[in-house]
């Protein structure tokens, strides 16, 4: 993997403000909303953080593709609960040039890893993670990282997704919780900019406790699979 630098995508947007605010913002209290007792459960952190992206790359592409569906399938589990499926979302999360790089969740995250001291040849490979997670679909690991039993979240990506989501949506609407403060809100065309750019620096955080490839791979297999929720199962109780 060749590594480049990482400037914000929306630097010279009408909307950076904005997007600089919600990214603080975001980095800021997740790690405060992931705080038990003084202490991180760097899984857990980093799951979650992993479980934003993904989920919010899914957003980010509905209003930026009129024509998504081309792209796209709906697939049902035996539950009857629907997934997304389809190139253009995984697009949303691996990069097809290098010019995207810095608005996808794998190529930011990728860099945290290797400036937590990963070497660049031992990244992870994608392909096996994708097939984790379609393989996971519908069964009782579903939501679950590949990575070793001892080294997972406490929770199922999709339910911290949504412990989570409630924070992540404060944070992109440029406001402080009783403040009158308003920076304005953070466009959904940017939300997975955004997130996936908020996904370098836990990496690197936990990596006294956490080897960045386990921490690499349980972040990106999180994003993968919320990246494929439907949003009643997010959004609506």
């Known amino acids: 993997m060749k590594t480049v630098p990482n400037q914000l995508p929306w630097k010279n947007e009408p909307d950076a403000a904005a997007c600089n605010f919600a990214l603080g913002h975001l980095v800021q209290n997740l790690s405060h909303r992931m705080t038990m007792n003084g202490r991180i459960h760097a899984e857990t952190y980093i799951s979650a953080v992993g479980a934003i992206a993904g989920y919010a790359a899914q957003r980010t592409l509905f209003v930026s593709s009129p024509k998504m569906g081309v792209d796209l399938n709906r697939v049902a589990a035996a539950s009857g609960e629907q997934y997304w499926f389809g190139d253009a979302l995984n697009r949303m999360l691996v990069p097809k040039t290098e010019a995207d790089g810095n608005r996808c969740v794998w190529s930011v995250a990728a860099g945290g890893a290797v400036r937590a001291g990963i ?25 679950r990282s590949s990575v070793p039993s001892n080294h997972q979240a406490q929770l199922p990506a999709r339910d ?47 990596k006294s406790v956490l080897a960045p490839d386990i921490a690499l791979r349980l972040l990106m297999e999180s994003a993968i699979y919320c990246s494929k929720l439907d949003q009643l199962q997010i959004e609506v109780r």
């Open 119 to 143: 070497q660049p040849q031992q990244l992870p490979e994608l392909e096996p993670m994708f097939r984790h997670v379609a393989s996971t679909i519908g069964q009782a690991n579903e939501g």
């Open 160 to 206: 911290l997704l949504r412990a989570v989501w409630p924070t992540v949506l404060i944070c992109f609407s440029g406001k402080f919780p009783g403040s009158d403060r308003d920076f304005g809100a953070a466009p959904v065309a940017w939300w997975s900019a955004i997130a996936a750019q908020a996904a370098s620096r836990p990496i690197q955080d936990v």
